[in-house]
């Protein structure tokens, strides 16, 4: 079993609409990043969370360490939102250098 | 200010062949780090890098060597290229001190080996 598991693995939307992507995790952690890779692209810090809730522009990211979840919120969402979300989590301990581990990433699809 | 540069873009190898993956940044990073992404898998840590001189092995080092002569440069070398090294290649730089710094991500160079 993968220490960071994200769900959906694939999310189709229509424009517009309010998305949710999850991911836990089974290990105690430090921080929680939300991550977005573009397709043929390169890869972009959204978030990084240690607890409570973050907001910037249309995406809203709420982390709950008690329950190892983390949730990504999109809301109205638009066909340029389409990419791959990849959670990734640096476990509690150990040195400040920030080795992630990584989620297999959530491909979202929002048709217009 | 270019942030993380990776080059090649696009390479491909005969199995045996060696190259050199190259990354740079210019934010006077001292963290920097080489991951490999494929399908269905989330991005794995080949090496790392606490600093100029320092290197670590991550999670799936074997078949590539890395070096840290510079803060800005940190190369990554397959010595004898296999097709399982096809792969799309992240290298990311961070600043040294909080574990929760952002990590920047170069653009990636996508490897096939034949």
């Not at chain 2, 005969?14 to 399908?39: F, I, V």
Request: charged share 15%; with cysteine.
């Amino acid at each position: 079993k993968n220490e960071v598991e994200q769900s959906p693995q694939n999310l189709t939307a229509q424009e517009g609409e309010f998305i949710t992507i999850n991911c836990s995790y089974s290990v105690g952690i430090s921080a929680l990043h939300w991550l977005q890779q573009h397709p043929g692209g390169g890869i972009v810090s959204l978030f990084m969370l240690s607890s409570g809730k973050k907001k910037h522009g249309r995406l809203i990211a709420t982390i709950n360490i008690q329950e190892k979840h983390s949730s990504l919120h999109i809301t109205a969402s638009h066909p340029r939102d389409s990419a791959v979300y990849i959670c990734a989590v640096k476990v509690a301990g150990g040195t400040s250098y920030g080795k992630l581990t990584f989620g297999q990433g959530t491909i979202l699809t929002v048709h217009p | 200010n270019a942030g993380v540069t990776q080059t090649p873009k696009f390479q491909v190898l005969k199995t045996g062949q060696s190259m050199t993956l190259q990354c740079a940044q210019d934010m006077n990073h001292e963290y920097m780090s080489w991951y490999r992404q494929d399908p269905g898998m989330g991005l794995r840590l080949i090496h790392y890098s606490v600093g100029a001189g320092i290197t670590d092995q991550g999670e799936v080092p074997n078949g590539y060597n890395v070096s840290r002569s510079t803060t800005e440069d940190f190369p990554l070398r397959l010595l004898s290229a296999a097709p399982s090294q096809t792969s799309v290649y992240f290298c990311a730089s961070q600043a040294e001190g909080a574990s929760y710094n952002e990590q920047f991500f170069g653009p990636g160079t996508r490897l096939t080996v034949l």
